[in-house]
């Protein structure tokens, strides 16, 4: 009789530390948890910032990220025994206590306790602020992956042997996107979520796209191009430097494509000088510098590299068969960038005028990318650069004047058309018409529709602001200017 109190208090003791361990495991459930969402959702390049100012957390956290296969397997590792432990533990107590429907008990009384306090709530608070959470529990997570460092090797030598009988190679599929992918996804999120102006993510993008545009993307077409015929006496030759808007100018001889040369407004001004104004003593030859010649693949992250190379500004674009396609200057791979960049001597040329009635009139050989930086549209531009070529293109057919047709969730309405070149658009958005499945409409000019050889009339229109940089690769369009700068 004597030794009953002493039995029951000895239960009491054995109830309460049971009762603790099983919290110590709820709470060792709780950090796992919290460690694996919050290292997971960390900013590296944040972490990267922090530790360069000195916080050796932060380094933890690099660390442990780079090899973050091991670190999950022992965050979740931890997670499952602390909650099996638990578990386990608190059933055989609620056996003891009331007998076989203990199991239903500790079955209902575990899954709430761990859904709440050991998955949700940490996992609530880690999520919110992931970075400081990182922070916190670096030194603890750096132990517990040191812990179970032996234990971890095992289970990645098992679970690499599974998924290598099912054809998956981890190294292979470490990351479905680049850096720079990564970068620019990033960069969109903040604009979305305000973090970033339009402008920036703009100019980052353009930045970032330099290695995937090509220099026939950028360049002024020949079509485009001012250039001077060597034969002309030299005052003529003068008489047009001076005229024109641009700073260097290609010299020809024979026949335009035949580029011998050129020409440095400022070279021929030192000229004149030097001859006291007497323009027609000029050599023109002998002030005209070598013409450097580049291909139209060229990249513009490698072109701009060579510009700064060389310390040049001008070059002479030439296809696979060396014609002279066109002409790109440092100044049209900064537009890329920062948008576009004009002075008080470049020429206005007005290609996108926006309608009050939301549709815009555009010229025919306004770039794409262009219009969806102004608009904010996502009009494709992989088939075609210009407003003209994505209608000819979808079309499959060169349109009349007032035919009108709908594709990509926009209407485009033919206004002017010089020859087999389309100059002058409506564009409107279809609100009936989902983006990207529209399908071309061919037809009959509708009513009111422009007459041939005319412009845009009805509703009032004003000028739009230049785009910034461009984020695509496109085909080779010719750019809206004259020349090159």
Same mark, same amino acid.
């Given at each position: 009789m004597h030794g009953a109190p002493a039995e029951v208090a000895a239960q009491g003791v054995d109830l309460w530390l049971d009762i603790a361990i099983v919290v110590a495991c709820i709470t060792l459930s709780a950090f796992f948890a919290a460690a694996e969402t919050a290292l997971t959702a960390a900013s590296r390049a944040r972490m990267h910032a922090i530790e360069k100012g000195g916080d050796v957390r932060a380094g933890i956290v690099t660390r442990l990220l780079e090899d973050r296969e091991r670190f999950i397997g022992a965050m979740l590792l931890g997670n499952n025994v602390a909650n099996i432990s638990a578990s386990a533990l608190i059933t055989s107590v609620l056996l003891a206590l009331v007998g076989e429907t203990g199991v239903i008990y500790a079955t209902v009384m575990m899954t709430v306790i761990i859904l709440v306090f050991a998955e949700v709530l940490p996992k609530t608070i880690a999520i919110n602020f992931p970075d400081r959470a990182s922070l916190f529990l670096a030194r603890m997570v750096s132990v517990m992956v040191a812990v179970f460092g032996p234990v971890l090797a095992a289970v990645e030598i098992v679970v690499r042997g599974i998924l290598r009988l099912f054809g998956v190679d981890l190294d292979e599929n470490r990351s479905m996107l680049s850096g720079v992918e990564e970068l620019k996804s990033a960069v969109d999120l903040l604009h979305q979520e305000g973090g970033v102006e339009r402008s920036d993510r703009d100019m980052v993008g353009g930045l970032l796209d330099l290695h995937d545009l090509e220099v026939q993307d950028v360049m002024v077409h020949r079509t485009k191009?001012? =250039?001077?015929?060597?034969?002309? %006496?030299?005052? $003529?030759?003068?008489?047009?430097?001076?005229?024109? %808007?641009?700073?260097?100018? %290609?010299?020809?001889? +024979?026949? %335009?494509? $035949?580029?011998?040369?050129?020409?440095?407004?400022? $070279?021929?001004l030192r000229a004149l000088s030097e001859l006291g104004g007497d323009g027609t003593r000029l050599d023109i030859d002998a002030i005209a510098f070598e013409p450097w010649f580049v291909p139209a693949t060229t990249s513009l992250q490698d072109q701009l590299q060579e510009f700064l190379r060389r310390k040049q500004h001008f070059a002479l674009v030439v296809d696979?068969? &060396?014609?002279? $396609? +066109?002409?790109?200057?440092?100044?049209?791979?900064?537009?890329?960038?920062? &948008? *576009?960049?004009? *002075?008080?001597? *470049?020429?206005a040329v007005q290609g996108l005028r926006l309608n009050a009635d +939301? =549709?815009?009139t555009v010229d025919g050989s306004v770039p794409i990318r262009d219009l969806n930086r102004v608009m904010n549209w996502e009009l494709p531009d992989e088939e075609a650069n210009t407003i003209a070529g994505l209608v000819i293109h979808e079309a499959q057919t060169i349109p009349d004047v007032g035919q009108v047709f709908t594709f990509h969730g926009f209407r485009f309405e033919v206004l002017r058309k010089v020859r087999n070149l389309l100059t002058l658009m409506r564009v409107t958005p279809d609100g009936d018409d989902e983006a990207g499945k529209g399908t071309a409409a061919k037809g009959a000019a509708p009513k009111g529709a422009a007459p041939k050889g005319a412009a845009a009339k009805g509703a009032a229109s004003k000028p739009l602001p230049a785009p910034a940089g461009r984020r695509r690769p496109a085909p080779p369009t010719p750019r809206l200017q004259l020349g090159a700068e």
């Open positions: 191009m001012q =250039s001077i015929n060597a034969a002309l %006496p030299p005052a $003529e030759v003068l008489r047009e430097v001076l005229a024109s %808007p641009h700073t260097r100018l %290609p010299l020809w001889r +024979g026949e %335009p494509d $035949e580029i011998i040369g050129v020409l440095h407004a400022k $070279e021929v696979e068969y &060396g014609e002279v $396609e +066109g002409l790109v200057t440092l100044e049209d791979i900064l537009e890329e960038i920062v &948008g *576009d960049i004009r *002075d008080e001597h *470049d020429l +939301g =549709s815009v």
